[in-house]
């Protein structure tokens, strides 16, 4: 074949979309060589990238899943090998990057950095679904600066959905079929016809009498109930207009630092179940559409 002057014969491989098969020895480990429709910053790329990196073992070891070496931490709380590893490729690729900032993991020890800047990371997402060959989870990466979260990457290395948010930016998506198709919460106004997210205590964890109830109250007066086990992208869902609101207890910064900027960006509301503002590591976490959000605190004040 030949190539007219102004287009040279490509030395690399074309990048792909899409879920065709690579070339033999090839593995897919996510998107990176897509280009965005919506530009990103510097910030925004280093997330993606580390969250790409992380993604290629992880995915092999979810592959080999039944012979996973897998620690209980406690009762029903699993961390596998898989975590551990994830995470340190996390580490190395962000501090690499931003040696200055700090960094928390749910994995490891807190690096405390600068003092304004910290990366907040869940390395795997939904841990029990992974261990068990559930395909729903997330490595999940936001960005702490000066108390605030400003910038958040969820990626699920299964079905290849890339969610990422920055303040005053927007909330995008990237999926196999569509670039950086903005989010946008619901615009449901009625709980009855609203889908709610939820999250429910573990063994030994939590107050489950009160979980109950606010089950429970919500399940009488919404369409339905969903719990997949993964709040960051029960969050990202929101964001999306999937799930019309979520609300869970006991959470930690690591689980939802990523999915309160997309929401907040998606035009979404982040709170508690009374309605009062959220800070990272709180009791309670309400977040859904700005019509559903006063319904829904009705609802569970009274549970």
């Not at 903005?182 to 030994?204: E, H, N, W, Y």
Request: glycine share 10%; charged share 25%.
């Amino acid at each position: 074949m030949t190539f007219p002057p102004d287009r040279p014969r490509r030395e690399s491989p074309v990048a792909r979309v899409g879920r065709a098969p690579m070339q033999p020895g090839r593995e897919r480990s996510g998107p990176p060589e897509r280009r965005s429709l919506a530009p990103r910053s510097a910030t925004i790329t280093v997330m993606i990238r580390a969250a790409f990196a992380a993604a290629k073992a992880m995915k092999r070891d979810f592959g080999e899943v039944e012979h996973l070496q897998v620690s209980e931490k406690g009762p029903g709380d699993f961390v596998s090998h898989a975590d551990i590893k994830v995470e340190r490729v996390l580490r190395e690729s962000l501090l690499g990057t931003r040696s200055e900032y700090g960094f928390l993991g749910e994995e490891s020890n807190e690096v405390k950095g600068d003092g304004r800047n910290r990366w907040i990371v869940d390395p795997i997402d939904g841990t029990n679904n992974f261990v068990h060959g559930v395909p729903h989870f997330a490595i999940s990466i936001g960005l702490e600066r000066d108390g605030e979260i400003i910038a958040g990457v969820i990626y699920q290395p299964i079905s290849d959905e890339l969610f990422w948010a920055e303040k005053g930016s927007g909330a995008f998506v990237d999926t196999p079929n569509a670039r950086s198709r903005r989010l946008r919460v619901s615009g449901r106004k009625d709980p009855a016809q609203s889908l709610i997210a939820t999250g429910m205590p573990l063994i030994g964890k939590g107050d489950h009498p009160a979980y109950q109830r606010s089950l429970a109250a919500v399940m009488e007066q919404t369409s339905g109930i969903r719990r997949w086990g993964a709040a960051s992208l029960d969050l990202a869902f929101v964001a999306a207009g999937r799930f019309d609101a979520f609300w869970e207890f006991g959470l930690k910064p690591w689980d939802v630092a990523a999915g309160i900027i997309m929401v907040r960006e998606a035009g979404g509301l982040i709170g508690d179940i009374a309605g009062q503002p959220y800070a990272l590591g709180g009791p309670s976490l309400l977040a859904s559409n700005f019509a559903i959000r006063d319904p829904m605190v009705e609802i569970l004040s009274k549970a």
